[in-house]
């Protein structure tokens, strides 16, 4: 229950973190587009910014999607097969999702290494920052998926006993 908690609540703080750093985005869009067409600076600080914004927010609002399971999914298959068919391949979907997130994750943390010297033109921060992003967006996304995995087996096949009657509607 106490993780449960946890979870709802690291969720909540990355869905309001992406937010407001989207917030801050299109501020920072409006700044650079106001300043090149009614004043007629430059704002050369803008594309950094708007980058780092943008890779920042699609990766905390990715995971906390993930742990919403609100990602796109195909479910053709799971939806035509016995409960406990359906059971053994969420687990195996789950396992297969935590290896692609943990060879990502392991990718994002040596190109954190690698560009560590390397900075942004305009303001001069390491590229690390940026990847930072990938690191702590995939790094929850495999907390989120140790979390449904630990369900799953705590659970048993009826969790899962909905997800085939459950159709998605846009109603």
Request: glycine fraction near 6%; charged fraction near 15%.
């Amino acid at each position: 229950m106490m993780l449960e908690r946890f979870e709802a609540l690291l969720t909540r703080a990355l869905e309001a973190v992406a937010i407001v750093m989207m917030a801050i985005l299109v501020i920072v869009i409006f700044w650079s587009v106001l300043g090149r067409e009614a004043f007629r600076f430059s704002v050369p600080w803008s594309e950094e910014i708007g980058a780092g914004l943008l890779m920042w927010m699609v990766m905390l609002g990715a995971a906390a999607t993930w742990s919403r399971r609100r990602h796109i999914v195909i479910d053709v298959i799971l939806r035509k097969v016995g409960l406990r068919v359906r059971y053994l391949l969420s687990i195996f979907i789950e396992l297969a999702s935590l290896l692609l997130l943990a060879v990502a994750f392991k990718g994002a943390c040596s190109m954190m290494q690698v560009s560590a010297n390397n900075s942004t033109t305009a303001l001069k921060i390491s590229y690390s920052y940026l990847y930072l992003a990938l690191v702590i967006g995939l790094g929850a996304m495999i907390f989120f998926s140790l979390l449904h995995l630990g369900r799953l087996f705590r659970r048993g096949p009826t969790m899962v006993a909905n997800d085939a009657v459950n159709e998605w509607s846009t109603s």
